[in-house]
């Protein structure tokens, strides 16, 4: 079955940087794009980045533009998220997708909060 586990999170201080990982199992990885997700308190869940299958084309949402950076290693079934310049309202659960056969699959999250 499908499996992904996110990892990397943690308390950073505005303008820090931390790097998230996910580790995927169940499915043929290098075939599906990916996607991070983010939901902060109180808020709807937000798409943050895409990466297509071979990670030649990258999309993010505006108010990370130019901050984070999708990548993926198909061998290692993993995908991450490099964040850079944090900013207080980047605080949020943050999740890794797929999206396959009209399902979406999350993983547990990872809690990232920035704060001084």
């Known amino acids: 079955q499908v499996q992904l586990v996110e990892s990397g999170g943690g308390l950073v201080q505005p303008g820090g940087s931390l790097r998230l990982s996910c580790a995927a199992s169940?499915?043929?990885?290098?075939?599906?794009?990916m996607r991070w997700y983010r939901q902060a308190p109180g808020k709807e869940r937000e798409l943050v980045a895409t990466?297509?299958?071979?990670?030649?084309?990258?999309t993010y949402r505006d108010s990370v533009k130019g901050r984070f950076t999708i990548s993926r290693v198909n061998v290692k079934n993993t995908v991450y998220l490099q964040m850079n310049s944090l900013k207080p309202e980047d605080t949020a659960v943050y999740y890794c997708n797929l999206y396959w056969g009209g399902t979406n699959y999350w993983g547990q999250g990872t809690q990232v909060t920035v704060s001084s």
């Open positions: 169940g499915f043929t990885f290098s075939s599906f794009a």
């Open positions: 990466i297509s299958t071979a990670g030649g084309t990258t």
